[in-house]
């Protein structure tokens, strides 16, 4: 069985090859180059935001699962319009303002237990690569300059519109282009090079002063970690006009060969029907919903647990059906602690674990059907609970069975849960044991369990005591 992954430029499910050329066997290909559009640093990420960072994680993890090396950029946009604006509101310096909220991110990222990338790159420190990038497109002729800014002539750039499928007619007339605010020939057209304005950062260029425009900064970063074709590029679908389209016409005119095999794209998270974005105020930040008592691994698994073609509409239900999810994980974890039953082995349980794995694998490969591999997790756990139930479960069968559970958790990351139980957010735990108390007097007794619930599911157990309510962690 081959690890088969949609690409939206082919509009197929396509072999998984990385470097292009197949090989006998998965040990000899080269390590899969992976980039990811990061975030915008001028405020905390939404839980939006969060579907396509935890996605990509799932990516990277069941490449790995399956004995594919990978190397992986995610950058960080640290200069544009957005940001260039946030930092003058505050009145400080564009490094002091999207490096607060760099750090904010990468901190979300670790209670998402989202594993850190080989390469995160900031735009601020690739200005080299984006004048390397610009140089060649004005040799050839396809950049024209206006006030102080550069731009790219996609009537130059044939190809223009692939990825996207847009209609050359939309295109041509103008109807969809890029909405960016700055002046240009034709409204096809977008900037690479923006000149600056009053109190604007920028940097010294051959051409000019100036700042990069936001499509620019990719094409450079991806170039300056991978110098060619990369194998995969991720993003959310809102991505793939125009910013994913612009980064291939910048890239490929600039090097004459192909810039990406294979794009990805993640579907929007929605609220009622919405895309969750900060321009709607529609939105919540993971700080808000673990404000509200929810945990990260409930989070997470709600993210990772529909498929990324599919639209995920965000819900409370939604989010407590994840909590039950994990309860069922964690009831049978504590069954599998307590099995006492003898020494010998089982004879049906390696078959059993074997079948498992294999499934789980099998939908996997069939472009991250997580449903399946979820179904297949639950399957698994209801047939060894039943050997359970017999007593049919030897001691050191249930250790078989955890190893396998680990497998499997290294790419799903919701069964040992461990962001949350390393780093302990002490505040939080009191003021949750706090309204528990207070629900259990206010006879909301629904409210006390869930919060108990919610805690467990994170291995934070609570006890009462004629003291007051103490926590302690599970293992
Ligand atoms: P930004 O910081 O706005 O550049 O977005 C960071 C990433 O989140 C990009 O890959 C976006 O496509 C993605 N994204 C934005 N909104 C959503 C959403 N509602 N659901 C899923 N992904 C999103
Ligand atoms: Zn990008």
Redesign the pocket.
Known sequence: MALRLYNTLSGMAEEFVPGGLRKDSISDYPPASIY???????GY?????????AFNDLLRRYLKFRGYRVDHAMNI?DVDDKTIAGAAREGVSLSEYTGRYTSIFFEDLSTLNIEPVEHNPRATESIDAMIDIISRLDEKGIVYGKDGSLYFSIAKFETYGRLSRLDTREVKSGLRYDTDEYAKDDARDFALWKAPKEGEPYWDTPFGRGRPGWHIECSAMVRRIFGGTIDIH??????IFPHHENEIAQSEAAYGEQFVRRWI??????VEGS????SLGN?YTLRDLLEKGHSPRAIRYLLVSAHYRKQ?NFTFEGLAQAESALARIDNFLLRLDGVTAGDGGNDGLAGLIDGFIERFTADMDDDLNISGALGRLFEFIHETNALIDRGALPKADAQRVLVALRRVDSVLGVIFFSAAVDDVDEERIQRLIKERRDSKKAKNFARADEIRATLESEGIILEDTKDGTRWKRKR
């Open positions: 990811s559009c990061g975030p915008t640093v001028y990420a939404h839980i939006g935001n969060f579907r396509t960072f946009t991720t993003g959310g679908v809102d991505l794209h993640v579907e929007h998270l929605l895309k969750m974005s900060k939105f995920l």
